[in-house]
């Protein structure tokens, strides 16, 4: 079975500041990554995922994230937030075959201070 | 594209009534997911259906829980009785191809469902 970690519920940051969002998985067969991201009051929509090839994944809105398997770590990071980052991010993780059940971790709060 | 139509935004019943939500997918999307989030859990998957046929209902709580698909616009997921510890919010998501084998698939979420069991 996966199992996803994101061991940070909530981070604070000031707007212009860097950040990296904290997420580690734990599998026995191949899987794909996922970092989702929702606004208040909405579903979440994807930031980016990692399927194969480069371990540096590039996505929406600047974010980026780095696959590490090594570390199993799929951290998500972004060099200059904005007060519009303030939103839960998810990370997720689903096997590379067989069943479409998504995983999702229990989600890390960013809040971007002024 | 409406995106993913979900109903009621909110409802509120008495412990023991029955629930029904509703899920309308993209057009031409074939997997549909049910979520449902609470603080203590996060976000846990319920069922997901591939082509209208439920795939794997491993994650439905209990059988007071079921969810229909009966045809590829429209699926319910419904709790009859409904307890206080069902309060959530329930997400429907769907997909093409299940939203993985390419850079150009992923879930389309709904708005939720805010779901109050007093």
């Known amino acids: 079975a996966q199992s996803v970690t994101q061991l940070d519920s909530q981070v604070p940051v000031f707007e212009e500041a860097p950040v990296e969002l904290r997420c580690n998985y734990s599998?026995?067969?191949?899987?794909?990554l996922f970092w989702y991201v929702q606004y208040p009051n909405q579903g979440l929509q994807l930031l980016l995922k990692?399927?194969?090839?480069?371990?540096l994944v590039k996505g929406i809105n600047g974010f980026e994230a780095e696959f590490n398997k090594s570390q199993t770590s799929f951290h998500l990071r972004k060099p200059s937030v904005h007060i519009s980052d303030t939103a839960e991010y998810f990370c997720?993780?689903?096997?590379?075959?067989?069943?479409?059940?998504?995983?999702f971790g229990t989600g890390t709060r960013l809040k971007v201070l002024a | 594209d409406a995106g993913v139509i979900q109903s009621p935004r909110h409802e509120v019943t008495e412990m023991g009534q029955e629930v029904t939500l509703r899920c309308k997918p993209i057009?031409?999307?074939?997997?549909l997911f049910w979520y449902r989030q609470t603080m203590m859990r996060g976000l846990e998957l319920l069922i997901y259906?591939?082509?209208?046929?439920?795939?794997?209902d491993s994650g439905m709580p209990e059988d007071r829980f079921s969810a229909k698909m009966p045809n590829a616009s429209f699926s319910t997921l419904k709790i009859q009785p409904s307890e206080p510890r069902d309060s959530a919010v329930y997400f429907c998501?769907?997909?093409?191809?299940?939203?993985?084998?390419?850079?150009?698939?992923?879930?389309?979420f709904g708005s939720g469902t805010q779901l109050s069991v007093l």
């Open positions: 998501a769907s997909s093409v191809g299940g939203g993985r084998k390419s850079t150009n698939e992923k879930l389309f």
């Open positions: 599998s026995s067969v191949s899987v794909y």
């Open positions: 990692y399927l194969s090839g480069s371990t």
């Open positions: 997720a993780v689903s096997r590379a075959s067989g069943t479409y059940k998504y995983i």
């Open positions: 057009s031409g999307h074939d997997y």
């Open positions: 259906f591939n082509n209208n046929v439920p795939i794997d």
